[in-house]
Nanobody, 116 residues
Framework: QVQLVESGGGLVQPGGSLRLSCAAS????????MGWYRQAPTKQRELIAF???????NYADSGKGRFTISRDNAKNTVYLQMNSLKPEDTAVYVC??????????WGQGTQVTVSS
């Protein structure tokens, strides 16, 4: 089993920044792909970005320009630095971890609210 625990969400004013963290623990015997998704009320879950074990990153349109994904393999942790936040960024941000041959694991999510 693999557990993912996100942290770092909260309430921030427009234009502000937040840094989300997601720590993976449990039966992890190989490095995989770690990513961030988000789901706003009444909308489908959407990919923000993912990062491979080698550090290669890929951003969806939702994450380009203002968001930066990174990871610490020694800690099995992935981060999402979010800058210049907008009200439309308000959503539950969810961490994903894909382990080769093992499947895909999801965190419970952390709420990000951008409001004045």
């Amino acid at each position: 089993q693999v557990q993912l625990v996100e942290s770092g969400g909260g309430l921030v004013q427009p234009g502000g920044s937040l840094r989300l963290s997601c720590a993976a623990s449990g039966s992890i015997d190989t490095l995989g792909v770690m990513g961030w998704y988000r789901q706003a009320p009444t909308k489908q879950r959407e990919l923000i970005a993912f990062v491979t074990s080698g550090g290669r990153t890929n951003y969806a349109d939702s994450g380009k320009g203002r968001f930066t994904i990174s990871r610490d393999n020694a800690k099995n942790t992935v981060y999402l630095q979010m800058n210049s936040l907008k009200p439309e960024d308000t959503a539950v941000y969810v961490c994903n971890f894909i382990l080769p041959g093992r499947g895909s694991y999801w965190g419970q999510g952390t709420q990000v609210t951008v409001s004045s």
